[in-house]
């Protein structure tokens, strides 16, 4: 009698154990938990946390729906929210930390003008200087913010493209722009290219990529690039900036490049290999 | 953002529906696939993030089957990837190219610190 009434015990004991797994929800899906996670572990990073924008907060709803709705998707349909979700996070991560790094190269870009401004005032106040090859360098003035509204060197309205690109020299870090007779110029120093070659920097392919954003919407700009220096380096510095706007979809039939010789002193050192890009403000 | 939430909402609709995916619907979502691949492509992501523009090509090459075969659901889900693809590609992109210029500046900076006396002033 003892043992058949331990027994329906156990019995009742399983049967209740079963019945409340049965009626307790299972947890989400890995894949889930993993993006969950990620996205967690973004949000406690303070370079992501701050720096994520929409692209975080379309990562944080596409997880979130995918969490909330997993059990009412079929397979397929799963397995696409999960794809997709999965990429989101990747795209904020990616997004957040290069707007990190673009924004602590715009505070060492400026740390830098500061350094080479300090640099060439010890420069000037020694007489004789002997160092090892030093770096051919510009000084970069920087120019005040212009005003929204710009207007061209004629008093006519400058194309609202060709405007923003004056309004983004905090985005092109060692670029300066101006307008001048010619145009606007957006102006490469010669740090933006590989010491004696004519390769650019990754520096400068970051400030050439906003050019060229700027220049696919402005059809109508025609644009010469200026390189200064008497020897072959200078064109095929020239070249390899219109071959890179051409490589962004800046059709090269646009582009004219062509040396003009050193600077006239007082302007810039003899030694400078600046390249400017003249926005013509004569093209139609 | 409005893009992206309406894009996961339309992925997981499409996925489950094929009756809902028409020929227009599926060829849209290709065109703008292409379009992603090829900004990808443009923003050096062959260099800065192969293995995420590999990844796109054949999602593209896979919508493209489909369409072959007219199964336009399969177009669109497949399109669907490579453009995520191809955003995640671009994105990546810009983060080693950001970082790979910080980083040379940084260089600089240190450069001239040591030719100003061998420190931060």
């Known amino acids: 009698m003892k043992t058949s009434s331990q027994h329906w015990i156990l019995a009742s004991a399983i049967a209740l154990l079963v019945g409340a797994c049965a009626t307790v929800p299972p947890g989400p899906p890995p894949d889930v938990v993993r993006l969950q996670n990620d996205l967690d572990r973004m949000h406690s990073d303070p370079r992501i946390a701050s720096n994520g924008g929409a692209e975080l907060a379309n990562a944080d709803a596409a997880v979130d729906m995918l969490a909330r709705n997993e059990r009412t998707l079929d397979r397929r349909q799963y397995q696409q929210g999960v794809y997709i979700a999965d990429k989101l996070v990747g795209i904020a991560e990616a997004s957040a930390l290069a707007r990190y790094s673009e924004q602590r190269g715009m505070q060492l870009g400026a740390e830098r003008e500061r350094l080479l401004a300090q640099t060439a005032v010890t420069e000037t106040r020694t007489t004789t200087i002997v160092t090892e090859a030093p770096p051919p360098r510009t000084v970069v003035t920087t120019v005040a913010p212009p005003p929204r509204v710009v207007h061209t060197e004629t008093g006519e309205l400058m194309p609202r493209a060709r405007a923003e690109l004056m309004t983004m020299q905090d985005q092109m870090p060692g670029v300066e722009s101006r307008l001048d007779a010619r145009g606007l110029v957006i102006r490469l120093g010669d740090f933006m290219f590989e010491p004696g070659r004519a390769e650019l920097t990754p520096t400068a392919e970051q400030s050439l990529d906003s050019v060229a954003r700027v220049l696919r919407a402005d059809g109508d700009a025609g644009i010469a690039i200026e390189a200064y220096g008497d020897d072959g380096m200078a064109l095929r510095r020239a070249n390899a900036v219109r071959d890179y706007l051409d490589a962004r979809g800046v059709d090269s039939t646009r582009v004219s490049a062509r040396t003009i010789g050193y600077a006239p002193r007082n302007t810039i050192a003899d030694n400078d290999r600046r390249v400017d890009i003249v926005i013509r403000s004569d093209y139609r | ?121």
Not at chain 2, 21 to 50: F, G, I, K, N, S
Request: no cysteine; glycine share 4%.
């Open chain 2, 1 to 121: 953002m409005k893009r992206y939430r309406l894009f996961l909402l339309a992925a997981l609709a499409v996925s489950g529906a094929a009756a809902a995916v028409d020929r227009d619907t599926a060829t849209l979502e290709l065109t703008q696939a292409v379009t992603a691949v090829q900004t990808a492509e443009r923003d050096d992501a062959a260099r800065y993030a192969p293995a995420d523009l590999d990844e796109a090509h054949a999602m593209l090459d896979s919508a493209q089957s489909a369409v072959d075969g007219r199964n336009w659901t399969d177009v669109a889900i497949y399109a669907e990837r490579a453009k995520v693809t191809g955003d995640l590609a671009s994105s990546r992109s810009r983060q080693h190219r950001a970082e790979a210029a910080t980083a040379e500046i940084e260089r600089s900076v240190d450069s001239l610190q040591h030719q100003l006396g061998g420190g931060a002033p």
